[in-house]
């Protein structure tokens, strides 16, 4: 009697944590995706899109929330200091999520690096140099030449200080000597296209799912791709090497990160509905059309050791370009 007590109540104290685990099921309540910029760039066109495959993968509803400012600090803290449950994420980016801390380490409220875990990569982003219809150049080489002409003249806007876009430009300038205009618009991509259809600003590189409005008006001209390859949708644009800018231009990425400490499972649930979401045909249309490139990582273990590579990267390229940033 007593060894059969004793197995019972054993049995009994198995069965606790089985039930425990059953009420703290993932997903227990609606997912939000948070996005550090304002609607139409490209990293609101892939959250909405992931969100809405997301949904049946994982049985409930998956959000998302733009909360831009900061240079998408506000997004960041917002994911950082959230429960790591798995039910606040954040898709970040190149700028959000490597640049932003680089530069800015030491004068943050949080440490992106060790307070934030990637979940997986999802997409990259090559680029377009273009000019408006209105600036007489219609080459890399004739901007340079231009700008070399009328230091400080050409105009350029970038979704804020410290993103790819303002290290790109940068490098460009340092590297052919001359001397462009950085018009920051951390405000979204309405502000950058209205700017460049009014020619306020005459020279541009960001992602064509960012300019396609523009790019389909005709409002600006593509003249040179970041892409090894030249992209089909502009056979006849060059390369920037081909342009006679070789290792000039990026190819910028968007991934989901979380608070650090999500647990295991958690990571490998959202790790699992987001791959599958990148693999609907609705998705994969629409990134054609955008001149999106899935890349989901193999594991977030892969994601992690990626981005480790691309933050080399970055602190190499900062030291280089100089840039100076206000405290």
Known sequence: MITRRLVLGSLAGLALPAIGHAQDRFPSRPIRIINPYGPGGASDIISRLVADQMRDAL???????????GGGLIAAEMVA?????GHTI???NTTTNVLTPLTFRGRLPIDVFTEMAVITRLADL?????VTRDFGPRTMR?????AKRHPGDVK????????YAHFDMELLAKRSGVEFTHVPMPQGAAPILNALSRN??????LNPAALRPVLDSGAVIPIAVTSRERMPEFPSVPTMAEAGFPGIGSVSWVAMFGPQGMPPAIMTALHGAITQALRAEAVLTSFRRQIITPAPSATPDDGRTWLMTEVDYWRRLIAETGIELAA
């Open 59 to 69: 049985g409930q509803p998956v959000v998302v929330e733009n909360r831009p400012g």
């Open 81 to 85: 200091r959230a429960r790591p449950d």
């Open 90 to 92: 954040m898709i970040g």
């Open 126 to 130: 090559p680029a377009v140099f273009a």
């Open 142 to 146: 004739e901007v340079v030449d231009y």
């Open 156 to 163: 350029y806007p970038t979704p804020g200080v410290a993103t």
């Open 200 to 205: 306020d600003a005459q020279f541009i590189t």
